[in-house]
């Protein structure tokens, strides 16, 4: 049996004493501030916990709020007991206040958009799209509208009823926008709202100025003090005994103490200056002695000495060729503008424009400092805008997402993902064949993917759009058909092939699993999807959607094929019990993927036999171990994309076997270094499955170039080489008809089968483990 899942309070504990020292320590205001409102969260969070009012692991965590209300979530799904739509008035909703001349709260509001010139100012807003909708409840409003124009009455006042308990609670309105939202087709990964402000966030890097002032006070202020020494001394650097500075010398002197004393209060930045023991101190302290009157001791006239020929052997006397060039760069060094100077007149080229979109083409944005600029601010014509600033201009770019990503503006397939929603929001709604609802419909589909995932127990579900109401409320308005069908089986052909090809070896994100079956489920098609399960809340056992997926699997590698071999599997065996789950009618329509039985209870056995590990739950480590066993039968979704939804990388199964070989050298090397391997263990081995099953799809010759390449490639690498020499002998051992032993092992040993998760040391890693 498993073992209930329950939510320790000390990790909460934990998170809130991490948030209360980050928000007592941390040098950046605004990082202290975000600090203080997640302590605020964690403190909520156990107080609701110790109070019953909370019930962490559940689809519907707050006492009193249903399951469509957008709860509060930090981070690890653990749900504060606010909802998102509540708190204080905003400020749009009491600007519509004022101008519908009703008290400023929200049930006022509420009730005045449900009278005559309320649903009129509902309408204008669906027939000029110019509102956002940032929280799926600020549509709920503009649905009502729609649904009386529409004349569905009816559903209007049922809608209310559902939405009237919470009308003095949560905001139900849309915000005023100055645009429309773009057309379908291109994204951002940030609005020009967003850089604008990130830009003005830039602070003085306390380490650049200082060197700054170092290079435009301190050193010519070094300069003038040795030079002043040398009319005394001469290059030798001597004092000769008795020798006396004449008043001019101890005037000058005096003068540059004074100076400097002035220039230390101005410039605090770097102390370097202050060190008595180094040539600018010994020289310094020297001349206070004879300013104030007093001879130089034997000991320190040799200090002067080694000071003065120390500092003119290093750079020359000054004035001379050689100290002036030094200086010359130096000074150049120095003149140079702040990054945060340029950032700030960035952000001001960006004031002008629509702030909540992106930007057709950034480069007019990002161009050397004009004339007219210079005068302004006082930054040099010409300087170059760094690149730490054109990055942040960068995300703004709107284009196709493929453009996107081939720029490298999309670095990560997790970045990937926050894209998507964009593209599936008009993919999804265009079922809706009235142009303002299917607007209004994207509009909250986009709003509603914001929404973070709760922490959720017993295979539970996380809460879907049509639960929200006001979606359920429209639902007889969609109309699917073969076009809209076959577009969205296209659609999720190329997000996934994409991901694919520019994120080699990489597991698709939860977000971009999630996306892509919104899609095939819009498609009709039967194309079983598996998200990546969390190790530290697995309850030992899997939805039927993974029963499914690995049915597929056994469809496509099925019959020896080199990943079948590869990783021990019997997909003959698999395939018949996916077919049980299904009552032998695969691929006739969808299958099952509800909860458990009988027939997953045995799938979910095959995965702890296969892990070693025995029933129900274990360490994080160990249900690691189990879940990656699930993610191996069912090749994690890449046998359905292929097989079910056609997915075939433009540049071929080799060349995608070879990149993916890339990330787990990258994945290695980053394994033999850090001080915590696991994760880079775990995710090499990912990267090379997926390795594997691209090589499982090559032709004969296609394959045997790639498993000639491998080890030539390693060899780049010693370090990842000699680590990785057991996976790449136990690949050609299969490769060539082969097989491991029963504890994946193979040639005495000298081989091995490449799996991450360990509850031990690894084979990959045999350093002492940490």
């Not at 899942?5 to 809130?16: A, C, I, Q, Y």
């Not at 104030?292 to 020359?316: E, F, I, P």
């Not at 056992?541 to 599997?569: C, N, Q, T």
Request: charged letters at 25%; hydrophobic letters at 45%; glycine letters at 10%.
């Amino acid at each position: 049996m498993s073992t209930p899942f329950t939510p320790s309070p000390d990790h909460v504990r934990g998170m809130l004493a991490r948030a209360f020292t980050t928000a007592l320590t941390h040098a950046d205001p605004a990082t202290r501030q975000r600090a203080e409102e997640r302590a605020r969260g964690w403190r909520d969070v156990l107080a609701g916990m110790a109070s019953g009012t909370l019930r962490i692991g559940s689809r519907t965590p707050v006492a009193g709020l249903p399951a469509w209300v957008t709860p509060e979530v930090l981070h690890g799904g653990f749900a504060t007991g606010a909802a998102r739509a509540g708190g204080p008035l905003q400020p749009y909703e009491a600007e519509a206040a004022r101008r519908a001349g009703v008290p400023a709260d929200r049930a006022a509001l509420f009730a005045y958009h449900l009278t005559e010139p309320g649903l009129a100012a509902l309408w204008a807003l669906l027939d000029s799209a110019r509102y956002e909708v940032t929280l799926p409840e600020e549509a709920a409003l503009l649905t009502v509208a729609w649904l009386v124009r529409a004349g569905e009455t009816d559903a209007a006042v049922e809608l209310v009823g559902v939405l009237g308990p919470f009308a003095d609670k949560l905001r139900f309105l849309p915000r005023p926008a100055e645009r429309a939202a773009p057309e379908p087709g291109a994204v951002h990964r940030s609005t020009v709202a967003q850089a604008r402000a990130a830009l003005a966030g830039r602070r003085p890097h306390r380490a650049v100025e200082a060197q700054r002032e170092a290079l435009r006070v301190w050193r010519p202020f070094a300069d003038e003090v040795l030079a002043h020494w040398l009319e005394f001394t001469g290059p030798a650097g001597e004092v000769g005994r008795g020798a006396e500075p004449d008043a001019g010398w101890l005037a000058h002197g005096r003068a540059l103490l004074d100076r400097y004393e002035r220039l230390a209060a101005a410039h605090p930045l770097t102390g370097r200056h202050r060190d008595p023991r180094g040539n600018e101190g010994i020289l310094r302290g020297a001349l206070a002695e004879l300013v104030a009157g007093r001879r130089l001791d034997a000991r320190r006239a040799g200090l002067v000495r080694v000071a003065v020929t120390g500092m003119v052997r290093k750079r020359g006397l000054p004035g001379s060729e050689r100290h002036a060039a030094l200086r010359g760069v130096q000074a150049a060094q120095a003149a140079l503008p702040a990054h945060h100077a340029l950032a700030r007149l960035v952000g001001d080229r960006l004031a002008g424009l629509p702030q909540e979109s992106g930007l057709a083409d950034v480069a007019p944005y990002v161009t050397p400092v004009t004339a007219a600029e210079g005068a302004r601010t006082g930054l040099p014509e010409g300087a170059d805008v760094p690149p730490s600033v054109r990055r942040v201009v960068a995300v703004t770019r709107s284009a196709p997402l493929g453009v996107l990503v081939a720029a490298g503006v999309v670095p990560s397939a997790e970045a990937m993902a926050e894209l998507v929603p964009q593209l599936v929001a008009a993919e999804r709604t265009a079922v809706h064949r009235d142009p303002e609802l299917r607007a209004l419909m994207a509009a909250n589909y986009r709003a509603f993917r914001v929404r973070r995932s709760l922490l959720l127990v017993n295979l539970a579900r996380q809460v879907t759009p049509e639960e929200l109401p006001w979606v359920r409320a429209v639902g007889g308005h969609a109309a699917g058909d073969d076009t809209t069908r076959s577009s969205a089986v296209a659609a999720a052909r190329t997000l996934a092939e994409t991901a694919v090809e520019h994120f080699p070896g990489t597991l698709l994100p939860n977000p971009l699993v999630r996306e892509l079956g919104v899609l095939l489920g819009a498609s009709g098609l039967d194309a079983p999807l598996t998200e990546e399960l969390a190790a530290d809340i697995f309850m030992g056992r899997f939805s039927g959607k993974f029963l499914a997926s690995a049915g597929v699997a056994a469809e496509l590698l099925g019959g020896g094929s080199l990943y079948e071999r590869y990783y021990g599997i019997d997909y003959a065996e698999l395939g018949a019990l996916a077919a049980r789950r299904d009552g032998g009618h695969r691929g006739r329509g969808r299958p099952r993927t509800g909860g458990g039985d009988d027939v997953l209870a045995e799938f979910a056995r095959l995965c702890h036999v296969r892990a070693g590990r025995t029933r129900g739950t274990g360490s994080v480590a160990e249900n690691g171990m189990v879940i990656e066993q699930a993610q191996i039968l069912t090749t994690h979704n890449l046998a359905t994309l292929v097989r079910r939804v056609g997915v075939a990388p433009e540049p071929g199964w080799a060349e995608t076997a070879r990149r993916c070989f890339g990330t787990v050298e990258r994945l290695t090397e980053r394994a033999g270094r850090g001080p915590y391997p696991l994760s880079a263990l775990k995710d090499a081995a990912y990267a090379w499955r997926q390795l594997v099953f691209h090589l499982t799809l090559c032709g004969e010759a296609e394959r045997s170039e790639v498993l000639a390449w491998l080890p030539a490639e390693a060899a780049r690498r010693p370090l990842v080489a000699s680590r990785l020499a057991p996976a790449l002998l136990g690949l050609r051992h299969v490769a060539g008809g082969g097989l491991f032993e029963a504890d994946g092992t193979a040639l005495a040993g000298r081989a091995r089968r490449l799996t991450g998760w360990t509850a031990s040391g690894h084979w990959l890693r045999p350093d002492p483990w940490k």
